[in-house]
């Protein structure tokens, strides 16, 4: 068999797991480990503060797809009996490709995709979107409607410092992340 290349299967949104899995069960229970390798969905861990409670959180980095690693056929198609295994998978659409078959991913996507699926899962990231001199508008809070400039981040518990103007002065706060808006 050839070696595997990395092909890019669409599927239902928010069924990437479940395809998966089933997915795995299937290549096993018909021994089609020669054919199909690894079945991934990259995904990262974002930490959500609000209102002073931290959550975490899944996050799927390409949603309505799945990557799967599989030997092809020399003329470039899936070989048959993993081909029905895969269609005939709930939520399962087809492969990106073109004339019927599927375009294996250039070794630089492979690259970033498989660092970003196998990266180490320590700490979450927090996700704040906002950069020193950003112009915002406060959307929640005492001093909701008032427009002020990112002054300092501080991703470690999930503040924004900015500045406003409150009678005719410059007046730091400190705010949650999710109280603000760009302009």
């Known amino acids: 068999m050839a070696e595997k290349s990395w092909l890019v299967l669409r599927v239902a949104s928010n069924k990437e797991d479940s395809v998966r899995e089933t997915l ?11 054919f199909v390798g690894r079945i991934l ?7 959500r503060i609000k209102a002073g409670h931290q959550r975490i959180q899944q996050r799927k980095l390409y949603p309505g797809y799945v990557f799967v690693e599989m ?4 003329d470039g198609s899936i070989p048959e009996k993993p081909w029905f295994a895969i269609k005939e998978t709930v939520g399962v659409g087809d492969f990106i490709g073109a004339l019927g078959k599927p375009t ?11 660092a970003q699926a196998e990266k ?6 927090l996700n704040i979107d906002f950069k020193k001199g950003n112009q915002i ?7 909701e409607n008032f427009e002020g400039t990112v002054d300092d981040i501080l991703p470690d518990k999930g503040l924004v410092r900015v500045i406003v103007t409150i009678f005719g002065r410059a007046t730091p706060l400190e705010l949650e992340y999710w109280q603000l808006e760009p302009i």
Do not use: H, T, Y
């Open 71 to 74: 030997a092809l056929e020399e």
């Open 104 to 114: 294996p991913m250039r070794d630089g996507d492979v690259d970033k995709m498989l």
């Open 137 to 143: 508008k406060i959307r929640e809070g005492p001093f």
């Open 120 to 125: 180490p899962e320590d700490l979450p990231s």
């Open 24 to 34: 795995e069960k299937k290549i096993k229970i018909e021994g089609l480990e020669g």
């Open 41 to 47: 969905v990259p995904s990262e861990r974002i930490k």
